[in-house]
């Protein structure tokens, strides 16, 4: 780049080959063939969420534009008593207030009135066709997913133990686990260490250090889609309680927000999985102490290196100090 003129993609593969001659090119991770039918399987069936979520959304705006509106009094529309009435809808039959009154569930059973007066809007012909796509283009998507978890469940048998021990990490469940162990896998050696592992997956910080300033520096690119399921999983291990997952948590968010906090924390998670799937034991919960524990040693150490470095100097130290 700093030669204009000369970076053509032939010179780019001579320099490659010359590197790799030299011995400085580094392998890159290139996970097993059933590994790799397993982050098919999970990818795939991450698409398959996006697009039920987006028919979900489709039929929420039909609703609307109809003037239906049952997200007032029914908080998902897509529950056992929504769906109840989606099919009512899509098969054009009357709904009426017995029927409410016999088939809602839980707290919906005192508001059929409500939901009643709610259905009566403006549903052409034109709704119900197009309600009607999204909803058989929805149960197709939701029996595809049922059996693609199938499929994942079946290849994770050989790696039931792993899934097991990531599961004992707070905010891991084994949906998440089957994600890691595609992403990543179960051998941790193809790793130099968890920081090759966080670098790899691009939620270790950022470094942009000039003339001995720290600047403002963006996370590393790295796989996306483990990122985002370590995300999820830290979200849901900051709302555990009395852990030192959530300890760690709350303390990063006073000093740099909740977003990269929940970096910060999808950072520790992921080296935590290493250490779990790389000593094949299970998580052990250090409590919400170690977090200020861990802060008086460092403090302390730092304290006994000041002290040891004025001595190596030739500094008087008394006992003050």
């Known amino acids: 780049k700093n030669l204009p003129g000369r970076k053509t993609d032939m010179k780019d593969a001579e320099w490659i080959a010359k590197l790799l001659r030299s ?23 991450k698409k398959l969420v996006y697009q039920a979520t987006s028919e979900k959304n489709r039929i929420h705006r039909i609703l609307q534009d109809a003037n239906i509106k049952l997200t007032s009094y029914m908080s998902d529309v897509f529950g056992k008593s929504g769906r109840l009435l989606l099919q009512r809808l899509v098969n054009g039959e009357v709904i ?18 409500q939901l009643l007066q709610s259905l009566q809007g403006r549903l052409r012909s034109h709704h119900v066709e197009m309600i009607r796509f999204s909803w058989d283009h929805l149960v197709y998507i939701e029996q595809t997913i049922k059996q693609i978890d199938l499929r994942i469940y079946l290849r994770l048998e050989s790696r039931r133990e792993s899934v097991e021990l990531l599961t004992t990490i707070p905010g891991i469940n084994e949906q998440a686990a089957s994600i890691i162990i595609a992403e990543i896998g179960t051998d941790m050696s193809q790793f130099k260490s968890e920081h090759h592992l966080a670098a790899w997956a ?29 995300c999820e999983c830290a979200w849901a291990a900051s709302r555990t309680r009395n852990t030192r997952l959530s300890a760690r ?16 924390l999808a950072h520790t998670l992921l080296k935590i999985s290493y250490h779990v799937l790389l000593k ?24 006994t290196h000041m002290i040891q470095l004025l001595e190596a100097k030739g500094f008087l130290v008394t006992k003050a100090c």
């Open 23 to 45: 011995g400085l090119i580094e392998g890159s991770f290139v996970p097993s063939e059933e590994v790799r039918d397993l982050r098919d399987l999970t990818r795939y069936r």
């Open 96 to 113: 009426t207030l017995e029927f409410l009154e016999e088939n809602m569930k839980g707290p919906l059973k005192q508001k059929s009135n």
């Open 202 to 230: 691009g939620v270790c910080p950022g470094n942009y250090e000039s003339a001995g300033k720290k600047k403002r520096a963006r996370v590393r690119s790295g796989n996306s889609l483990l990122k985002a399921i370590l």
């Open 249 to 264: 948590y709350w303390a990063l968010v006073k000093r740099m927000g909740k977003k990269k906090a929940l970096v910060a």
């Open 280 to 303: 094949r034991q299970s998580y052990i919960e250090l409590g919400v102490e170690y977090l200020e524990q861990f802060q008086m040693r460092r403090e302390k150490q730092t304290e």
